[in-house]
């Protein structure tokens, strides 16, 4: 009799966790994503500031599940999915599934101002990342080369709009790596004059975290010369500067940290969504009416025991991930399947700059020092591969003791 055959879709933490759950269940898996590499998204503001190389938090997927003999891996974009056939559309070809999972992530958002984009480039990939690389460094590289100060001015500010983590992060990022680690390397401009200005249009950083941990953040980003402006949205932006409030900012670079979007999942199911596009799943994590086709991590609108909705948080994706797995061994077992997803949370955390991070593990809340070693600790533990996790760790520490940042490229289109 043939093996039911579990089709997974997007290879990121969510799916890769179910991958890892059924490898040696009897059944088949096919794996497809878009790209061949799983991305450590929670590092990828590094890469955008220059800290460290895309290669470092990334790792191919056929690697990742080499000695999974059950799964099979297909790179390719999934643009349609036929719940009655049971079928989903990869580019030219079909594949066939007697149970799929979507776990196809989300991608940034801007609030109806998609023509915002190319002025104000999001976070969610590595051609991101390198490309918002580019820009810091090519504004630092321009302004040593202006002619006026007007013009050298706006070169060496930067918009970072959104404070939640990834506004957060990279305004304490770009903020170090102007006054630390380019400090001695121009001769016409000094980099420690760089404006950074983060804009967050809620009444606080870090409105997922407690207050104290929020206020913790807005020292410590203070202390490194970061403006923070509250409470005012971003009324434009364009490839001069942005209007925030009422007021008009001319900046060389802006960098949206702002809003996201769920993936075309709930459009490919023609299903209910949320206000994000998130697909709505039952306890189980499966869709209405249909038991065989399950959605997890941030394409997902999942509750937890409380009917609150569960974050967009790479735990969370991990979880439900390895909890379908677990469902869809007790299922084709024939056995009892597991009760209702729970999400077990170990706290969260952000990090703002050398020896500056916040925690919140619930039980403690922690900032400063402490907070950022064990930010460090976790993000290394959680890189894939040990090589990855070895080159992070001793990168991280080279830049620590010589104020430098190693990954100061500038590549891709108008880079000569
Ligand atoms: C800049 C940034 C920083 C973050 N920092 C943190 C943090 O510090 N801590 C934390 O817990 N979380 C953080 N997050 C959130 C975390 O990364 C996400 O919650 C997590 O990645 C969700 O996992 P997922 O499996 O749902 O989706 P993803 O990890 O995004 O994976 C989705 C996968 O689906 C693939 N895919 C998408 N569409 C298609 C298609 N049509 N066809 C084929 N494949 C497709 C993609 O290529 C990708 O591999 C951060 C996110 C970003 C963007």
């Not at 983590?165 to 990022?173: N, S």
């Not at 971003?234 to 769920?262: E, F, K, L, S, Y």
Request: glycine fraction near 12%.
């Amino acid at each position: 009799m043939a093996r039911p055959h579990v089709v997974i879709v997007g290879a990121g933490f969510g799916g890769l966790a179910a991958a890892h759950g059924l490898a040696g269940a009897a059944v088949d898996v096919t794996v497809i994503d878009r790209r061949n590499y799983h991305l450590f998204q929670p590092l990828l503001y590094q890469v955008a500031t220059a800290g460290l190389s895309p290669a470092q938090i990334a790792s191919p997927i056929r690697a990742i599940l080499r000695k999974a003999a059950n799964v099979r891996v297909v790179l390719g974009k999934v643009s349609e999915i036929d719940k009655s056939r049971r079928t989903v559309t990869v580019e030219n070809r079909t594949v066939t599934y007697d149970y799929l999972v979507l776990a196809t992530g989300a991608r940034h958002s801007y609030f109806g101002h998609d023509d915002w984009e190319g002025a104000a480039p999001g976070l969610k990939k590595i051609d991101d990342a390198t490309g918002i690389r580019r820009r810091i460094l090519t504004a630092f590289e321009q302004a040593e080369a202006a002619t006026s100060a007007e013009e050298r001015r706006r070169l060496l500010t930067f918009v970072v709009v959104g404070g939640g983590p990834t506004g957060v992060e990279m305004a304490g990022a770009i903020a170090e790596l102007a006054r630390v680690a380019l400090r001695h390397d121009f001769r016409t401009v000094d980099p420690r004059d760089a404006r950074i200005v983060l804009v967050e249009g809620g009444p606080r950083l870090l409105a997922a975290f407690p207050a104290m941990l929020s206020h913790a953040a807005h020292r410590a980003l203070e202390e490194l010369g970061v403006e923070i402006r509250l409470g005012t949205p971003v009324g434009h932006c364009d490839a001069c500067g942005a209007t925030i409030g009422n007021q008009r900012i001319d900046c060389g670079t802006i960098v949206w940290g702002a809003g996201v979007m769920a993936s075309a999942a709930a459009h490919w199911l023609g299903v209910e969504k949320d206000r994000i596009g998130r697909v709505m799943v039952g306890r189980d994590l499966a869709i209405a009416a249909h038991p065989e086709i399950y959605c997890i991590g941030d394409t997902a609108h999942a509750l937890d025991g409380e009917g609150k909705t569960l974050p967009g948080l790479a735990p969370v994706a991990k979880q439900q991930g390895a909890y379908v797995a677990r469902r869809l061994r007790a299922l084709i077992a024939g056995k009892k399947t597991p009760g209702p997803f729970r999400y077990r949370s170990w706290g969260t955390m952000a990090t703002i700059g050398r020896r500056a991070a916040v925690a919140d593990l619930g039980w403690i809340k922690l900032h400063g020092t402490v907070a950022w070693l064990l930010w460090s600790a976790v993000h290394v533990s959680f890189l894939i591969g040990f090589r990855n996790r070895l080159v992070v760790m001793l990168d991280w520490l080279w830049s620590y003791v010589t104020f430098q940042s190693g990954a100061r490229l500038i590549t891709g289109p108008g880079s000569h």
